[in-house]
Nanobody, 120 residues
Framework: QLQLVESGGGLVQPGGSLRLSCAAS????????ISWFRQAPGKEREGVSCIGSNGKLTYYAHSVKGRFTISRDNAKNTVYLQMNNLKPEDTASYYC?????????????WGQGTQVTVSS
């Protein structure tokens, strides 16, 4: 079964840190660009960060730049999102997406999400 599984969410105080993981099973992430999205209650899903298949290209939303770091470990088939200096407005469900478009066509997979709550 092809799936992505996020983990690492939880409750943290403002200023704290969490590291989210996105692990793939049933396929390898080597050729996939990986993105993290988040969705807060009553709001649209927004892109947070993404990393290219070779790990050299990264993107961060303005709201998280300088606080979040995306990385990937292809040997572990896992992508990480290190989140530092968390703010209450970072509270959301966080989802990872793996996407590739090559000679085999477009493939895209989503995880089930992990909840991040930033509150004192």
């Amino acid at each position: 079964q092809l799936q992505l599984v996020e983990s690492g969410g939880g409750l943290v105080q403002p200023g704290g840190s969490l590291r989210l993981s996105c692990a793939a099973s049933g396929f390898t992430l080597d050729d996939y660009a990986i993105s993290w999205f988040r969705q807060a209650p009553g709001k649209e899903r927004e892109g947070v960060s993404c990393i290219g298949s070779n790990g050299k290209l990264t993107y961060y939303a303005h709201s998280v730049k300088g606080r979040f770091t995306i990385s990937r470990d292809n040997a572990k088939n896992t992508v990480y999102l290190q989140m530092n200096n968390l703010k209450p407005e970072d509270t959301a469900s966080y989802y990872c997406n793996a996407r590739v478009n090559n000679e085999l066509g477009l493939r895209s997979y989503w995880g089930q999400g992990t909840q991040v709550t930033v509150s004192s």
